[in-house]
């Protein structure tokens, strides 16, 4: 008899896939916070009563909230994750020197997208407005994206995009972003890749715009769950990536809200 990974109950009672979850959590967290560059982590485990979301990172970046709630925050199998509405929930950090990140940067999260083939944003430092537009990840119907802009405009923005993954509903993603300057930007979900070499900038603007988790030009909501989120001044190498992926492969594709 064959038992598929997910159906093994250990002598408790409680399914192996669960027991892995609860085991891989503590190896990413601490991962995560050896990456090179890195600027902040939010993992949505750790909030206070008025709903700030603490960067465990120890930079102190606390994410202030807007229309959250206690229900706002839950976990799968322990993994922790914000859910926000669509309407007029998000998390910022006012705009500052350590997120001003111009040159190599990595981004990445785990993501679930509650309305089927949405367009949005999961986490960024962009607004069309004014031309303050530095970085983006995010997704665009089905496909996931990766966004910079070189000088605040439209005009000079390089983009990745990663079609045909984001089809199915309430399932939670590993998804990264990457630029290199000159050289590359790159978008990977759950262990793909698209990268794009053309036109790409030789820096990212330093725009003014808070970063920003849920909303994307101060007022473009985007209903989806998201935890474990990161950001590095530093262009990781794919292996790291690739890493980071297989040790979140037992939240990839669950579903439990």
């Not at 669960?18 to 991962?31: K, M």
């Not at 031309?131 to 665009?140: A, E, F, H, I």
């Not at 990457?178 to 990977?188: C, D, N």
Request: with cysteine; proline share 4%; net charge negative.
């Amino acid at each position: 008899m064959v038992l598929r990974r997910d159906s093994v109950i250990d002598q408790m009672g409680v399914p192996i896939q669960e027991i892995n979850s609860r085991s891989n959590l503590g190896v990413l967290v601490g991962r995560i916070l050896t990456l090179p560059g890195l600027r902040g982590f939010w993992p949505m485990s750790s909030w206070d009563g008025s709903f700030n979301a603490y960067d465990i990172s120890g930079q102190g970046r606390t994410l202030t909230p807007t229309n959250l709630t206690g229900s706002s925050f839950g976990h799968w199998s322990g993994l922790p994750y914000v859910i926000m509405n669509g309407v007029n929930q998000k998390l910022t950090r006012a705009d500052e020197a350590g997120l001003d990140i111009t040159g190599p940067l990595t981004m990445g999260c785990a993501v679930l997208n509650v309305t089927p083939t949405a367009s949005g944003t999961f986490f960024n430092k962009y607004d069309g407005t004014g031309n303050q537009r530095s970085y983006w990840l995010g997704c665009s119907g089905n496909s996931f994206q990766m966004v910079v802009s070189g000088d605040g405009t439209g005009a000079t923005q390089a983009v990745a995009t990663l079609s045909g993954v984001w089809s199915n509903l309430q399932k939670f993603s590993f998804v990264v972003g990457k630029y290199i300057p000159s050289v590359s930007i790159g978008v990977y979900a759950n262990g793909l890749w698209n990268k794009n070499t053309t036109s790409i900038p030789a820096s990212i603007y330093n725009s003014s715009t808070p970063l920003q988790i849920g909303v994307h030009d101060g007022s473009v909501y985007y209903n989806c769950a998201i935890g474990m989120v990161w950001l590095c001044s530093y262009a990781l190498e794919d292996f790291i990536i690739d890493e980071l992926y297989d040790i979140s492969r037992a939240f990839v594709g669950s579903v439990d809200l």
